[in-house]
Nanobody, 128 residues
Framework: QVQLVESGGGLAQPGGSLRLSCAAS????????MSWARQAPGKPFEWVSG????????YYADSVKGRFTISRDNAKNTVYLQMNSLKPEDTARYYC?????????????????????WGQGTQVTVSS
């Protein structure tokens, strides 16, 4: 049974950092493309960052490029999102998602409709 459990959210000050974790079970993260997405109240579900199964490439939305880093620990079967220089506009619920098997392009990895499973999310609030 595929499960994704996010953790690490919380309250951070502007300019601060948080590291989100996505613990996977029922499959091996190194075999699938994985992404993080977020949703703020009243706003659409927004793709944030993705990583290929083999880890050869990572991708970021323009709004987080240079501030967020996606990574994967195969031994722990976990995907991370390191978030630095946080801004109030980063406030949202963050979700990790598992792509289906098969080839994933640099374009399709950015589409939230690609993913076959999302976790329950973890809340991130950036405020002074």
């Amino acid at each position: 049974q595929v499960q994704l459990v996010e953790s690490g959210g919380g309250l951070a000050q502007p300019g601060g950092s948080l590291r989100l974790s996505c613990a996977a079970s029922g499959f091996t993260v190194s075999s699938y493309a994985m992404s993080w997405a977020r949703q703020a109240p009243g706003k659409p579900f927004e793709w944030v960052s993705g990583i290929y199964g083999d880890g050869r490439d990572t991708y970021y939305a323009d709004s987080v490029k240079g501030r967020f880093t996606i990574s994967r620990d195969n031994a722990k079967n976990t995907v991370y999102l390191q978030m630095n220089s946080l801004k109030p506009e980063d406030t949202a619920r963050y979700y990790c998602g598992k792509a289906p098997p098969g080839p994933i392009t640099s374009a399709t990895i950015r589409s939230v409709t690609l993913y076959e499973r999302w976790g329950q999310g973890t809340q991130v609030t950036v405020s002074s």
